[in-house]
């Protein structure tokens, strides 16, 4: 029978939810390229409930321990003799999410040897060094999709809420205060503004298409260029480099995975190299940006605005200067993880589980290391031996 170690973010200050803001969740029927939803033969919850977090479980437990498997769920997974670290060396599976990761280190496969699964209960398996589970015949695997459309809206909503400036003004109304002038000093129109996405695969493409309606001007750098009826569509203009690109934008959003390309891309030299008061919007991965260049550039002004979700390490600590610089719109790494998505990436969870104790291939979507390659998804968005 085997141990998974499932580990999560800890549950609301005040606990787990009796009640829930709304009731349900609104049906879906495929994806927006056609792929089709998780397809479990069960789930033991109820969708829109919270199932991210130690109490939810991803609603894993009755499943698993009526096949008789050991299930372990908690969200100590840092410091010395975490429990993540106690259960690691009996562990058959580790299911882990971007949003709290359980760092899947070189170091820590090492002292995994029954270790066959690693699932991400998400998108973005960076938090596993994908080398050593490639060197360890471990598979790892991801809810692909479940979550790209609730980035895509964050980021939607970020790009307002900064170039709007509502954060500051919604301030001024929790404050008693009325200060209009306050306000709008820094609030523009988004109409007009040339925004441009790194990279445009799901996330991406799902940002443009949201944005077209505002009638700004759109941009992007990808390593594979999209569709001719797709530029045509959406009035795409494609650059040959992000270096291209950039000095271009009045609003750039990051959508690209982190790897040895992508990483430290934003840097002094290539934020200089943006309009003066540029925005930048990075719901992709932290490391994807220089952290001390971001600040910088804040309090110069050569940023007028950073929002994203997404830190390193994560949690960030309380002192990390992204808290504290000007301008910014920063969340905890919440994007992937509405209601709405934990439901789709819980059922994607137990697909994939479902799949491997019955023997079966894994979906190639979900795939991103299998048999000791970069396989599926993987093959196409990480780069092995780098
Ligand atoms: P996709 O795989 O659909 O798209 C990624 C795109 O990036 C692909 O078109 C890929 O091209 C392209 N790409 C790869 N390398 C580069 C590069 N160096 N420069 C420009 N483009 C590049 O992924 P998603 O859109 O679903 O997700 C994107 C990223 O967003 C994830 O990798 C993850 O890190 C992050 N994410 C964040 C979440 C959050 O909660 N904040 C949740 C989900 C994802 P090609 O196919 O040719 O490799």
């Known amino acids: 029978?085997?141990?998974?170690?499932?580990?999560?973010?800890?549950?609301?200050v005040d606990g787990?939810?009796?009640s829930y803001a709304r009731e349900g969740l609104p049906g879906l029927e495929r994806y927006p390229d056609g792929q089709t939803l998780p397809t479990p033969s069960a789930?033991?919850?109820?969708?829109?409930?919270?199932?991210?977090?130690v109490s939810g479980e991803l609603g894993l437990r009755r499943y698993l321990e009526d096949l008789?498997?050991?299930?372990?769920?908690?969200?100590?997974?840092d410091g010395e003799n975490s429990v993540f670290d106690q259960h690691l060396p009996d562990a058959e599976i580790v299911i882990s999410q971007p949003f709290w990761p359980a760092y899947l280190t070189a170091e820590?496969?090492?002292?995994?040897?029954?270790?066959?699964?690693a699932i991400t209960a998400g998108i973005g398996s960076d938090h596993v060094d994908l080398d050593a589970a490639i060197k360890a015949g471990i598979t790892v695997a991801e809810v692909t999709f479940s979550n790209s459309i609730s980035v895509a809206e964050h980021v939607v909503m970020m790009i307002l809420s900064q170039v709007r400036n509502y954060l500051p003004s919604h301030q001024w109304v929790l404050d008693g205060g009325w200060n209009i002038a306050d306000c709008v000093q820094r609030s523009y129109d988004l109409e007009g503004m040339q925004v441009g996405t790194i990279a445009a695969g799901r996330i991406g493409l799902a940002v443009m298409r949201r944005l077209a309606p505002f009638d700004v001007g759109l941009h992007y750098y990808d390593k594979r260029r999209l569709p001719a009826d797709v530029e045509a569509e959406l009035n795409l203009t494609y650059h040959a480099s992000v270096q291209e690109m950039v000095p271009h934008l009045d609003v750039a959003?990051?959508?690209?995975?982190?790897?040895?390309?992508?990483r430290g891309l934003f840097n002094d030299e290539l934020i200089s190299s943006m309009k003066r008061g540029a925005y930048l919007i990075n719901t992709a991965r932290a490391l994807i940006v220089d952290r001390d260049a971001v600040v910088r550039a804040l309090e110069s002004g050569?940023?007028?605005g950073y929002a994203g979700d997404v830190w390193y390490p994560q949690p960030a600590p309380a002192d990390h200067p992204w808290r504290s610089m000007p301008n910014q719109g920063m969340t905890p790494h919440i994007s992937g993880s509405t209601l709405s998505a934990q439901t789709r990436y819980a059922d994607?969870?137990?697909?994939?589980?479902?799949?491997?104790?019955?023997?079966?291939?894994?979906?190639?979507?979900?795939?991103?290391?299998?048999?000791?390659v970069l396989a599926g998804t993987g093959a196409r968005s990480y780069t092995a031996g780098a």
């Open 1 to 12: 029978m085997a141990k998974i170690v499932c580990v999560l973010y800890p549950d609301p």
């Open 16 to 18: 787990y939810p009796t």
């Open 43 to 53: 789930v033991d919850f109820t969708p829109g409930e919270l199932l991210g977090s």
């Open 68 to 77: 008789g498997h050991e299930l372990v769920v908690t969200s100590d997974k």
């Open 108 to 117: 820590r496969i090492a002292r995994a040897p029954k270790l066959k699964l």
């Open 253 to 262: 959003t990051i959508n690209a995975p982190l790897h040895p390309e992508t």
């Open 302 to 304: 050569q940023l007028a």
């Open 348 to 372: 994607g969870t137990r697909e994939i589980l479902e799949s491997y104790f019955a023997g079966n291939r894994i979906r190639d979507e979900y795939l991103i290391v299998a048999g000791g």
